[in-house]
């Protein structure tokens, strides 16, 4: 059970909420977001809903069966809309497209990639400044200074940034530079890392780990949720099974699915989906159909000499006819 409490609820109408909910022995959590202030109640007894909503200081009370309960559908009417501002919502009317190279390399690859960018109006631009890599040996990344200088050249073109965070540390340092922080597939699970990202009001993109469950997706969403920020995106990135004609299996069952069980917005990333540059096109144009809230590919002027993920990301004249393929399902939509 979810209560939705009035920011103005005074300590005395709060204590008398706090009454009932011990003498129906309830298990209370209070949890203040940047936009409401909620009480997540678990407790085995049934309860007349009525006893609390009468109470002042009570807003709504909504009963949700589901283990994660702030961000379930169940107590949400509408979907809900992230804004980075400049007009850009996440799970608005029309889908977004986020779209960019997987690393940051140097000044003239972001140069141009964010003209690609500005010429076929896409609003956002990915790029990782910190890179897990399964080899130590491997190119991690340019760090800070890479995310600063990828600011300052997408900032003059209007472009929104997303990028991944890894550590808890990395977050206080990073916070001015991004607009959406991102959780790669192999920090789903990182709780000091979602406890930490939730204290802080920017969007956090949770992406789906490499062999989660959509219930442990939305429980990492839960964890950011509870700690105070609901401006979140989940992103399916396909999982690791036994298949090895592609790099992942990319599930587009879970992109419905997530959009039955929660009311946040859904994004799916064929890139990583599948892993292969020929079949991103057509699983972007799937994924729309299927109704996600937004795409995010992988973008390179030449992806064979990229540091990273080559094989899986387009050049620029593929995004183009990709983009173009894309506004027409848009319009079809």
Known sequence: MIIQLNNTITKADYAKVEKVLAENKFSVTEVKTQFDRYLVCIGKKEIDIRSLGHLAGVKDVHIVSDNYQLVSRKWKT???????????IIGGKTPVVMAGPCSIESEEQVVKVAQHLHKNNIKIMRG?????????????????????????????????IITEVMQ????????????????????????????????????VMIKRGLSGTIEELLFSAEYIFSKGNERLLLCERGIRTFETAYRNTFDINALQV???????????????????????????????????DGVIYEVHEKPEESFSDGQQTLNFLESEELIKKINTVLQIL
């Open 128 to 160: 990782g400044v910190y890179k897990p890599r399964s080899s130590p040996y491997a190119f991690r990344g340019t760090g800070i200074e890479g995310l600063k200088m990828m600011y300052s050249i997408c900032k003059p073109y209007g472009i929104k």
């Open 78 to 88: 509408e979907y809900t809309k992230i804004h980075l501002g400049d007009g850009i």
């Open 168 to 203: 808890e540390s990395q977050i206080k340092e990073m916070l001015p530079y991004v607009d959406i922080f991102q959780v790669g597939a192999r920090n789903s699970q990182n709780f000091n890392l979602l406890d930490a990202l939730g204290e802080v009001d920017k969007p």
């Open 258 to 292: 997530l959009k039955d069980k929660t009311h946040l917005p859904v994004i799916a990333d064929p890139s990583h989906g599948v892993g292969v540059r020929s079949y991103v096109p057509k699983l972007t144009l799937s994924s729309l159909m299927s109704g996600c």
